[in-house]
């Protein structure tokens, strides 16, 4: 069966999402976002921040820190909305989605207090958190940045300005943070120094995580759990196109990442690149080393592992997500005509995760945070993964065996 182009078949996304929210839209997302109750002041405060690095993967990450620290000072998180690069797409804005358009909030919950941004600028802002009361919190590092030295730069360049413009925060004074980190190591000082009585809302710049996620908050993706609409609209599509058993691969080719994989090839970065501690190992010390081929596999790599999978799995398709060269005709040829091959430019990047979660088997990428996602969700779920260039990826959270 010859290959297939799967096409623009999610464009789903409400254009009023790029557009500053009305109170009308908060009050739609309270139900939508599965959290209607009718809000209530936290007096423990709450912690806010720019989902500011990155695409969706390394937000992704950034969302798991973020709530292991609001948990760790017994903060509301108010989780943002997902920031969606549009550089190549009218309106060539950002678009800021919120998070529940993909997964559901009520399952944040079950592990800690959280709102979405949404309803907390909409519901809880206007009273406990008006303009004039609006304070920024960076570290003094970043405050060197901006023209007095002393102001946290919140809303210096895009995405900064864009996220805080659309929800229009304005910070009307800036606390300098020194002495201090997100580790855990430090909750006692975070608790003495910014106690929530006179600092009910720590609104910082970025996430207040680490990147790639630490391995103590890698099991939190199990809080990450599709909506249950979104699952079904993809699942629909899915049902005729994609028989199973079926094989997902995702692929970072392009050139960019070309570029990236060059300090793997000249020796100047060692096992730790972006994602790689999810398969070389968390502890950098006793860290498998990282190849070139775990970065950027070639085409008959690709190939000779696709062959091998689809042979285990007895794989009638194989599903290709990539932002680059998708490599078909190569895979093809591995798995022969009998196996549907499918690739389509995907309108939006979760349909593409959707899809290679649920897959019989995945073949990441080592190196890429959007592979990490997946890798997460699948071993949360106790289903089965690998990654091209790499036959024994390490068993999750054994890396010190």
């Known amino acids: 069966?010859?290959?297939?182009?799967?096409?623009?078949?999610?464009?789903?996304?409400?254009?009023?999402?790029?557009?500053?929210?009305?109170?009308?839209?908060?009050?739609?997302?309270?139900?939508?976002?599965?959290?209607?109750?009718?809000?209530?002041?936290?007096?423990?405060?709450?912690?806010?921040?720019?989902?500011?690095?990155?695409?969706?993967?390394?937000?992704?990450?950034?969302?798991?820190?973020?709530?292991?620290?609001?948990?760790?000072?017994?903060?509301?998180?108010?989780?943002?909305?997902?920031?969606?690069?549009?550089?190549?797409?009218?309106?060539?804005?950002?678009?800021?989605?919120?998070?529940?358009?993909?997964?559901?909030?009520?399952?944040?919950?079950?592990?800690?207090?959280?709102?979405?941004?949404?309803?907390?600028?909409?519901?809880?802002?206007?009273?406990?958190?008006?303009?004039?009361?609006?304070?920024?919190?960076?570290?003094?590092?970043?405050?060197?940045?901006?023209?007095?030295?002393?102001?946290?730069?919140?809303?210096?360049?895009?995405?900064?300005?864009?996220?805080?413009?659309?929800?229009?925060?304005?910070?009307?004074?800036?606390?300098?943070?020194?002495?201090?980190?997100?580790?855990?190591?430090?909750?006692?000082?975070?608790?003495?120094?910014?106690?929530?009585?006179?600092?009910?809302?720590?609104?910082?710049?970025g996430a207040p995580a680490q990147f790639p996620v630490i391995r103590e908050h890698v099991d939190l993706q199990r809080y990450v759990e599709w909506d249950r609409r979104f699952a079904e609209t993809v699942e629909r599509e899915m049902e005729n196109l994609l028989p199973r058993p079926y094989l997902a691969i995702h692929l970072r080719v392009g050139e960019d990442w070309r570029k990236a994989c060059e300090m793997v090839r000249d020796g100047s970065v060692g096992p730790h690149l972006m994602a790689s501690p999810q398969c070389v190992g968390y502890d950098r010390d006793k860290a498998r080393t990282l190849t070139l081929p775990m970065c950027l596999p070639s085409p008959s790599l690709i190939a000779s592992t696709v062959a091998t999978w689809a042979r285990a799995i007895s794989a009638r398709a194989v599903y290709i997500a990539t932002d680059s060269e998708p490599h078909t005709r190569h895979v093809q040829a591995a798995v022969g005509t009998q196996v549907r091959v499918i690739h389509r430019e995907a309108t939006l990047p979760q349909t593409d995760l959707y899809v290679l979660s649920q897959s019989d088997h995945f073949i990441g990428n080592c190196v890429s945070s959007f592979t990490a996602f997946v890798k997460r969700h699948r071993d949360v779920h106790s289903l089965p993964s690998s990654f091209f260039g790499l036959d024994d990826p390490l068993p999750s959270h054994t890396d010190e065996l």
């Not at 798991?64 to 060539?92: D, E, I, Q, S």
């Not at 998070?99 to 979405?116: N, Q, W």
């Open 1 to 205: 069966m010859a290959s297939l182009e799967w096409g623009s078949w999610m464009e789903h996304r409400p254009l009023s999402l790029s557009l500053p929210l009305s109170l009308s839209l908060f009050l739609l997302l309270a139900v939508v976002d599965g959290t209607s109750d009718s809000l209530s002041w936290d007096e423990s405060g709450y912690i806010l921040y720019c989902p500011c690095m990155g695409r969706f993967g390394n937000q992704a990450d950034h969302f798991l820190g973020a709530l292991a620290f609001a948990k760790m000072l017994n903060r509301t998180l108010v989780v943002p909305p997902w920031v969606v690069y549009r550089h190549h797409t009218p309106p060539y804005t950002n678009a800021h989605v919120p998070y529940s358009e993909y997964f559901r909030l009520d399952r944040v919950l079950d592990f800690h207090r959280a709102v979405s941004m949404e309803r907390f600028m909409g519901e809880l802002a206007p009273r406990h958190w008006p303009p004039g009361r609006r304070v920024a919190y960076c570290f003094t590092a970043a405050a060197q940045r901006s023209a007095d030295r002393s102001s946290c730069p919140m809303k210096d360049g895009n995405p900064f300005g864009p996220f805080w413009d659309h929800f229009g925060v304005d910070f009307d004074r800036s606390e300098l943070l020194s002495g201090i980190a997100f580790s855990s190591n430090y909750k006692s000082q975070w608790i003495e120094r910014y106690p929530a009585a006179s600092h009910p809302v720590l609104a910082l710049p």
